[in-house]
């Protein structure tokens, strides 16, 4: 099991106080306060349409948010797009935006962040070095157990979960503090799921804390350390897992249940 | 194998794929290209007496050359997502400014070719730059660049003689052989660009799935205007060849180059729809396309008919490129 209970007590990493996202008249998330504390897993429930991924989307810079601040380790922090993003040390895995068909693994993983050669020609033309960025990309699948045979091979090539396995890995090599990670097992079997899961419980061990979008119960049960729960844009409870149950979850998820927010 | 057009094992001579396995990787990807080709020099070789000739070969290769060069660009332009209508109208700015320089202000031909690529970068460049701001898609940007571009050729040329250039500047035409080794040099450079560098391999990812190159911190817009300007810049050298062969230069060149070079671009299996492709598809894209012109005429069949046969083919090619894209 998850090691609960502790994570209220750990320094805050990412705070988000009043995130808004107006689409002309329409709200798709209404003042929205989100807490992440250091090592924890903070999953993000919501029906389709309660803004989960327009959350994600505003925090890291995906899309222009409204109105809203974030701090991070207690500092307001200006993050307007995903590089800004990536400099605080946030990684995110989009779904089905997390690798391009067409580019081969080793490309993906370092897409954005391609590493140069250290020389004249690295310098001046910007020529790549393969030799050091595969080589990062075999010790890191390698400590992270994830089983990719050619990474020269076009992503395309790969099953969902080895995809998935290798957009995670992106997360622990660059993510510093953070990754967000947008229903990381929306398109896996069951074998695969649980892959992917394990994978994310491990991110902890790597210094990380995790956002988890999820429609899995089974899975904010399993794998996370607290719940927040979205409804038509606005948040509507905060809880220690261990202080709920699948069917209050999807209680608070549909309205059926209307508990007051605690944070 | 399906892979038969990633252009994965090319960027990647890795420390574990052996040199070979690259080799074998890399003709995978070619050889139905290569083996249409073959069929289509086999062909004419067996119909016409004058056609096995060495020398038909080396004019293959010789007239090729020139179009290859500004193809070189519309490959990098294509694979990144993009599409530039404007360069053939960019080769005859290129061309008529460069007779300019020299046959009216006497400039010396090294500084006349230095600032016809700078022109031929900074119209591509333009292009660019007008669909990053604008949003307007490619097509309409660059069909206004081809107008206006061919407008402002014509301007420049109004009432100018443009020939008789320095022995100098002729040597870049001289026959089929420095055309052609000109043409294999960028294409090399291309080739290097494409598969070494960052922004060069980053065109791939922009051409795959532009948002999640954005989502990874790629400069989307203003690598898509270097790849405009990249494409601009090998019409405008392609031009100056052109100019030296003929030792001429005027507006009505280039008209339609840039659908040759679409053409040969997506007959070697480069996709239209990006993503996917290299610089060596295109020469033999471009050599394909070559072959059945010389051939045609050999046999006494005339540029109209040419031109159909070639029609035909781009849309054979194309087809071929969305039937791989459905089937994998």
Sequence with gaps: MTPQGDSVQRPLVLEAQGISKHYGGIVALDDVDLTLHEGEVLAVVGDNGAG???????????IPKTAGVVKFDGVETQIDTPTDAKAAGIETVYQDLALVNEISITKNVFL??????????????????????????????????????????EAQAFSGGQRQAVALSKTVMFGKRVAILDEPTAALGVRESKMAMDLVRSLKDHGLSVIMITHNMQHVLNYCDRVMVLRLGKLVAVCDVKDVDGDALVGLITGATDAGATA | ?????????VSSPG???????????????????????ALIYGFFFLMSEPFRSFDTLLSIFGQASILAILACGTTIVLISGGLDLSVGSIFAVVGVTVGIFMAEWGLPPVLAVGLGLGMGAALGALNGTIQVLTKVPAFIVTLGGLTAYKGLAEILASGRDLSRFPESFKFLGTGNTVPMLIMFAVALLTGLFLTKTRLGSRAF???????????????????RIYYYMLGGLLAGLAAIVEVAKLNFAMPARGQSYELYAIAAVVIGGTSLFGGRGGVGKTLLGMFIMQTIIVGLSYMGVGTSYQRIAIGAIIIVAVYWDVWRRSTR
């Design chain 2, 1 to 9: 194998m399906s892979q038969a057009d990633s252009q994965t094992a």
């Design chain 1, 52 to 62: 989960k991924s327009t959350l994600i989307k505003a925090l890291t810079g995906a």
């Design chain 2, 15 to 37: 420390s574990s794929a052996g040199a070979l396995d690259v080799l074998k990787h890399n003709f995978m990807q070619i050889w139905q290209v290569l083996a249409a080709l």
């Design chain 1, 112 to 153: 954005g962040r391609e590493i140069l050669r250290d020389d004249w020609l690295g310098r001046w033309f910007g020529v790549l070095d393969f030799k050091k960025m595969d080589g990062e990309i075999r010790d890191l699948f390698s400590k992270l157990d994830v089983r990719i045979a050619d990474i020269y091979r």
């Design chain 2, 205 to 223: 990812a922009i051409g795959g799935n532009e948002e999640v190159a954005r989502l990874s911190g790629v400069p989307v817009a203003k690598s």
